[in-house]
């Protein structure tokens, strides 16, 4: 079975910074990887998302997140954030060839700061 | 396309009084699930549904929920009795199995539940 760790419980940063926020998975078999992020009072909404081919994955909003198997990493990286970007931003994965069902990391909570 | 529907938004409700939440997918969708959410447990699947069968329910937490489905568009979360405990946000999400972004999932707004 899969699993994800979410390193950050809180990322806080200022605006105009970059930043990065950090996902690790377990499995023994091949992957799909998500990033969802959900503002406040809202449901999840997909930001990215890896299937196969390029490692380097563009999402909405100047995401973009890099599938590192060897690592079994998937980090989020925006080169410069604004307070719009506040929100919590969630890690998921699924394995390919299996149910599609997808388990969910416990979140990272990224707060920008004027 | 107006996305995954969900009601109530909000529900405060008494302990011991039945809830019952319900969701309507994305026309063409054949998957749906519901999550619940709180500070303590994260996100948490409950139960999911492929076209309109229960495929797995272990999340489930207990006898006092259950869901049901009985067409493709809609799908309720009861709880009877509820229990402060089961505060919390629940959400429906939906995919389809049919397109390309078979593994995407949709989510509603949620709905924001409090047992006092």
């Known amino acids: 079975a899969q699993s994800v760790t979410q390193l950050d419980s809180q990322v806080p940063v200022f605006e105009e910074a970059p930043v990065e926020l950090r996902c690790n998975y377990s499995?023994?078999?091949?992957?799909?990887l998500f990033w969802y992020v959900q503002y406040p009072n809202q449901g999840l909404q997909l930001l990215l998302k890896?299937?196969?081919?390029?490692?380097l994955v563009k999402g909405i909003n100047g995401f973009e997140a890099e599938f590192n198997k060897s690592q079994t990493s998937f980090h989020l990286r925006k080169p410069s954030v604004h307070i719009s970007d506040t929100a919590e931003y969630f890690c998921a994965v699924s394995e390919s060839g299996g149910s599609y069902i997808p388990t969910f990391g416990r979140g990272t909570s990224l707060i920008v700061h004027p | 396309d107006a996305g995954v529907i969900q009601s109530p938004r909000h529900e405060v409700t008494e302990m011991g009084q039945e809830v019952t939440l319900r969701c309507k997918p994305i026309s063409g969708h054949n998957s749906l699930f519901w999550y619940r959410q709180t500070m303590m447990r994260g996100l948490e699947l409950l139960i999911y549904f492929n076209n309109n069968v229960p495929i797995d329910d272990s999340g489930m937490p207990e006898d006092r929920f259950s869901a049901k489905m009985p067409n493709a568009s809609f799908s309720t979360l009861k709880i009877q009795p509820s229990e402060p405990r089961d505060s919390a946000v629940y959400f429906c999400?939906?995919?389809?199995?049919?397109?390309?972004?078979?593994?995407?999932?949709?989510f509603g707004p949620g709905t924001r539940l409090t047992v006092l």
């Open positions: 999400a939906s995919s389809s199995a049919t397109s390309g972004s078979l593994v995407e999932q949709f």
């Open positions: 890896y299937l196969s081919g390029s490692t």
């Open positions: 499995s023994s078999v091949s992957v799909y």
